[in-house]
């Protein structure tokens, strides 16, 4: 992950591409691949967490992602299984975006 983390931030995606290209390919293996049935629901959040934090997926691709994503709508039990790893980091990034809007607020 350490030389992804030097070389995909410097592709610069749009948020539309960063869903494309990394989020939805993740979400399907996830929730497709028979190798991820009944996998540690904390994988993909870490995975997520670790491209969030390397500067590969953008917290607002992640946003968009979350709000549209078929697992936020459970479906099969591995989606929802998926989905409770992944809602804590969810909602981590929207309290840190509502926390950051307020303290813009205040330094106006």
Known sequence: ???????L????????EQRE?????LEHIFVEE?????????VPMRLLRQLYDANVVSEEALLAWSKESPLR???SP??????????????????????SDEEEEDDD
């Open 1 to 7: 992950m350490a030389l992804w983390a030097r070389v």
């Open 9 to 16: 931030p410097v592709l610069r995606l749009t948020v539309a």
């Open 21 to 25: 290209f990394y989020l939805e390919p």
């Open 34 to 42: 028979e190798a991820w049935q009944g996998c540690d629901p904390r």
């Open 73 to 75: 709508q459970g479906g």
């Open 78 to 99: 591995q989606a929802q299984c998926v989905w409770s790893g992944v809602e804590p980091f969810i909602k981590w990034l929207l309290t840190a975006d509502e926390e």
